[in-house]
């Protein structure tokens, strides 16, 4: 998996996002079970988090997790961080989300 991704909202939406599981190979790696929570960021580094984890829909080799107004009721940066298992083994993986102000 790649080392993070991106996403931008805009204020107070309410949406899923999903994350698309492939391995080295670009082949589909079906996920057992996942996890996610999202931290707050200022200058690259977490302030703390503010949705604790959760635990994510998983279908195949796509994770899916809902960020909910709570979060996205304050522009800024957050970090996504899943948490995916399969086989007795643990990956992690950031997704950047930008909430920006509907202008």
Not at 55 to 75: H, L, Q
């Amino acid at each position: 998996m790649s080392t993070s991704t991106y996403i931008k909202f805009y204020e107070n939406e309410y949406r899923t996002i999903e994350l698309i599981v492939r391995d080295m190979c670009e082949e589909d790696f079906n996920v057992d079970t996942a996890t996610s929570h999202i931290e707050s960021v200022v200058n690259e580094v977490s302030t703390g988090i503010v949705m604790e984890e959760t635990v994510c829909m998983v279908i195949g080799n796509k994770v899916r997790t809902i960020v909910p107004t709570s979060v996205s009721n304050t522009k800024g940066m957050y970090w996504v961080i899943w948490t995916v298992r399969k086989s007795g083994m643990e990956y992690k993986h950031k997704t950047i989300l930008n909430i920006e102000e509907l202008s």
